[in-house]
């Protein structure tokens, strides 16, 4: 925040007679509080980018834990097909980002559909974006790549994932985050002129705009795919075919874990901004508020998986435990920022009951999906909308989004139904525009024959026929002794080892 102005004009008629130059005196002192002032904007210019930058670099992270999630979901033979396509995703995106997306995003002045400038970030950086911010909003566009990317894991031609991640992160979901984001979009709770229902949509980090794109895009190629061979028997009932790493998937779950610290309370952009000047509370205090919501929405969902698929299944299974922890934190993410922590726990016990029981359907509907992708993002996403309508605080929602005194906050706390009104709409449309964009291009690669891999490959696994060997190299020290092994199922008690 600047300094009062300081005139050398009314200073010096309070420098007295006896002072030998007063105008000078007075333009001196005023001088040095000019340079002061210019340096307490300057830090905090430095400050808000570098947490920003800090920001952007924690999401990006979660590039290598979406990797290590994805390589030990899938089974051995796909390792190394899965890896890249992560890879591909965080690199194809960064191009069609740079070129489009930014600008189809945040191109403002713009209409409500779509924003129109700074393609190839020209004009950048400007009062309204530095450099940060597109990295920062980079790695959204690829978090959301990556999540259609486990969908369709382990029967996908090379060429699909090329294609689709760069149409999704160049336009698909830029028109989304335009919407909902940027300062014109039509339902932005920013757009303070325009507000949809008069309060907009309230969707901080993204549960709508980042997991239910990423989703329902990963539903429709997933369902024009089909099944992975195997994964129903002839008469619909659904086999387990288990990923070949626990340790991976645990070693990834903690790495969007560390992640999320940079996709929620990052999502502030700035943390300097004191609501009351010369108060220990501000934007600080909201941006640990928001790492701790974030926290409890996890952990919540983590425990309630546990012990839900333990009356279930009758195991403590910890793989579903890391897909329901991250299942409360793509549902906290729309209202991580302006609900209570304690209305965090009721946001995590309910999305891992979503999880549960949009897996059940899945199965119900012989719907593949290897990494509970659309069910995960997709469906907790969309309860995480509803919850942020039912559990948004006024004091909150005033603060993070000021300017619009008597705004529409949640209906459980008093707030009317308006968001929630909003927040339905949001999925509402999200699910159409997704489908009228992702569900025609999956269709069209699998009428060209572009999209699933033949059965020949994918029995033998993409990574000996597509990628020129396996992702694990290793010798089996048992045949030099004239040894054989037979592989022992769990529940096989009639398989020995033979010699």
Known sequence: MSLPVCSPEQLAQFLGPNTTNAA????????????????????????????????????????????????????????????????????????????????????????????????????????????????????????AAGITSGSIA??????????????????????????????????????????????????????????????????????????????????????????????????????????????????????????????????????????????????????????????????????????GLLGGFAAITAGCSVVEPWAAIVCGFIAALVLIGFNKLAEKASYDDPLEAAQLHGGCGAWGIIFTALFAKKEYVNQVYPGKPGRSYGLLMGGGGKLLGAHVIQILVIIGWVSATMGPLFFVLNKMKLLRISTEDELAGMDLTRHGGFAYAYEDESHRHGIQLTKIEPNDVSSTPTT
């Open 154 to 323: 382990e029967r996908t031609q090379f060429v699909a994932y090329l294609i689709y991640s760069s149409f999704l992160t160049g336009f698909v979901y830029p028109v989304v985050s335009h919407w909902f984001w940027s300062v014109d979009g039509w339902a932005s709770p920013t757009n303070t002129g325009n507000l949809l229902f008069g309060t907009g949509v309230i969707d901080f980090a993204g549960s709508g705009v980042v997991h239910m794109v990423g989703g329902i895009a990963g539903l429709w190629g997933a369902l024009i795919e089909g099944p992975r061979i195997g994964r129903f028997d002839h008469t619909g009932r659904a086999i387990t075919l288990r990923g070949h790493s626990a340790s991976l998937v645990v070693l990834g779950t903690f790495m969007l874990w560390f992640g999320w610290y940079g996709f929620n309370p990052g999502s502030f952009t700035k943390i300097s901004s004191a609501y009351e000047s010369g108060n220990y509370y501000g934007q600080w205090s909201a941006v640990g508020r928001t790492a701790v919501t974030t926290t409890l929405a996890g952990c919540t969902a983590a425990l309630t998986t546990l012990f839900g698929k333990r009356i279930l299944s009758g195991h403590w299974n910890v793989t579903d435990v890391c897909n």
């Open 24 to 143: 000078a005196a007075a333009n001196f002192i005023c001088n040095q509080f000019t340079a002061v002032n210019n340096t307490f904007i300057d830090t905090t210019y430095a400050v808000d980018n570098t947490y920003l930058l800090f920001s952007a670099y924690l999401v990006f992270s979660m590039q290598l834990g979406f990797a290590m999630l994805c390589a030990g979901s899938v089974r051995a033979k796909n390792t190394m097909n899965i890896m890249l396509t992560n890879v591909l995703d965080a690199a194809a995106g960064g191009l069609f980002y740079y070129l489009f997306g930014f600008a189809f995003a945040f191109g403002t002045p713009s209409n409500g559909f779509i924003g129109r400038h700074f393609f190839g970030l020209k004009d950048v950086p400007d009062i309204t974006f530095d450099y940060s911010y597109f990295l920062y909003q980079w790695a959204f566009a690829i978090a």
